[in-house]
Nanobody, 115 residues
Framework: QVQFAESGGGWVQPGGSLRLSCLAS????????MGWYRQAPGKQRELVAF???????NYADSVKGRFTISRDNAKNTVNLQMNNLKPDDTAVYYC?????????WGNGILVTVSS
């Protein structure tokens, strides 16, 4: 069974950092283009960061310079390093994997940024 599971969320004060991880099981992460999305209360889900199977990255304007997406195919993991977090970053963060017609989502993990 193919699964993608997020970890590393939680509460952090403004200006702090968190590192999210997405672990793939039942498949090889290396074949997928991977994305991190987020959904804040009352808002639509939005793309935060994206990394292709070849390692090309793309970021939402709101997180450029603060967030870094990376992948470790040997560990079947994609990470999102989030620095200088702001209250507006509060959301449920989702891992997404795409390959051809395949499209998988993790269950999501909550990130709360508040003082």
């Amino acid at each position: 069974q193919v699964q993608f599971a997020e970890s590393g969320g939680g509460w952090v004060q403004p200006g702090g950092s968190l590192r999210l991880s997405c672990l793939a099981s039942g498949t090889r992460l290396s074949i997928y283009d991977m994305g991190w999305y987020r959904q804040a209360p009352g808002k639509q889900r939005e793309l935060v960061a994206f990394i292709t199977s070849g390692g090309t990255t793309n970021y939402a304007d709101s997180v450029k310079g603060r967030f870094t997406i990376s992948r470790d195919n040997a560990k079947n993991t994609v990470n999102l390093q989030m620095n200088n977090l702001k209250p507006d970053d509060t959301a449920v963060y989702y891992c997404n994997a795409q390959f051809s017609v395949l499209n998988y989502w993790g269950n999501g993990i909550l990130v709360t940024v508040s003082s």
